[in-house]
């Protein structure tokens, strides 16, 4: 390599001691494809500080990338550690950003060895209680920022996204129809159709009407309908939300002095507790209309007679204590997700991890809440 005046430069990266003042000067490339000389100029001045102040000075050096710096960082990093010191001096303003943003990207300290199976797993135990404590916490306090902004929207309707909500409704609901009503009809099917194969041996097949009434109606409709749409709009507020958050778009809405939650987060909410429970009851159909079916196939069973004895099996509170369970869980979906969403960090993998959280997350606490409703229902005798 030649500069202008046809002087020769040095390729590989050198590191020349002072022995009297404990300078260590740098010159040539620093760079990556001067990986050999790198490491042996940065062992060179390992081996200068021997537990003594040292400093280089980076003046001569012709170019330095991602690589050298790294190598001089961790060098440093492995002076201080043995009780030395390490500086810089005459570093270029590039090179010494450069040098800062390596520091700031330390390794991540080896995991302590395992004491035993035993210890292992009350670690892990302690640490998954200590994380939902964490995650219950943030929550409620997510919970609180979502009612406040719901307020001020209140306060203040020119400000609420009509646009947005009605988007997210129909991404949710009206999008969302098809796979539900086939999953709901399918698996109301599955139901009558194992409920009449066990009730036959009683010569009991018409009470399977009953079974699928009360089990659509109160449960199975809304759970099934809160399950897939934690994993299909759940996981979609994770991913828009986490990649706005890779893209610094939510940086920049704080920076236009707007509030993420406000435009974010409050007409994805909404749009969750408006369409759930449409989407419930409609599952709930599809669900009583495929069971219908299978009684009809495989219990001999006429329509008109399917019809009325479901009209005797069913009334009003039943369809109630499904669609009340809705919003409810429709909160918990949007709660979780959008949490999910803007925990998410700058790189893919991060991503994924928090739209799978997002899922599993939605689904247990879908599932718990349905559990306790069922024992709040079942102690009122409602």
Not at 291 to 310: D, I, N, P
Request: hydrophobic share 55%; with cysteine.
């Amino acid at each position: 390599m030649r500069t202008e005046d046809g002087t020769m430069l040095s390729e590989a990266a050198t590191a020349t001691l002072d022995p009297g003042s404990g300078r260590v000067a740098l010159a040539g490339r620093w760079t990556a494809d001067q990986a050999p000389s790198v490491e042996a100029a940065a062992a060179r001045i390992a081996a200068e500080a021997a537990g003594r102040p040292v400093l280089v000075d980076l003046g001569r050096i012709e170019r330095l990338d991602t690589l050298g710096a790294w190598v001089l960082e961790r060098t440093r990093g492995e002076i201080e550690a043995a009780g030395g010191r390490l500086a810089y001096a005459g570093a270029a303003p590039e090179h010494r950003i450069l040098l800062g943003e390596m520091g700031l990207r330390q390794p991540e300290a080896p995991a302590a060895p395992r004491r035993g199976r035993l210890y292992g797993f009350l670690d892990d135990l302690g640490r998954y209680v200590v994380a939902a404590k964490t995650d219950f916490v943030t929550g409620l306090a997510f919970l609180g920022e979502v009612v406040v902004a719901c307020m001020r929207v209140a306060a203040r309707p020119s400000t609420f996204r009509g646009t947005a909500f009605v988007n997210q409704i129909e991404q949710v609901a009206f999008r969302g129809v098809p796979i539900i009503v086939l999953i709901s009809f399918l698996v109301g099917g599955i139901v009558a159709q194992q409920g009449i194969f066990q009730l036959q041996r009683f010569g009991a097949q018409t009470f399977v009407v009953n079974l699928i009434g009360l089990l659509i109606l109160r449960e199975l409709g809304v759970l099934l309908t809160s399950i897939m749409v934690a994993g299909r709009s759940g996981s979609a507020f994770t991913a828009e939300i986490g990649s706005m958050r890779m893209r610094e778009e939510v940086d920049a809405l704080r920076v236009m002095g707007l509030d993420p939650i406000e435009i974010l987060i409050v007409p994805r909410i909404l749009a969750l507790v408006v369409g759930l429970p449409m989407l419930a009851l409609i599952a709930s159909l599809a669900a009583l209309a495929g069971g219908g079916l299978t009684a009809m196939l495989y219990g001999g069973m006429t329509v008109e007679g399917f019809l009325s004895r479901l009209q005797a099996a069913i009334s009003l509170h039943h369809v109630a204590v499904g669609l009340i369970k809705a919003p409810f869980m429709a909160l918990i979906i949007g709660i979780i997700a959008t949490i999910e969403g803007f925990e998410v960090e700058g790189s893919a993998e991060s991503l994924g991890r928090h739209v799978t959280a997002s899922v599993v997350k939605s689904i247990f606490m879908v599932i718990v809440l349905d559990g306790l409703f069922a024992v709040f229902f079942a102690a009122i005798d409602f």
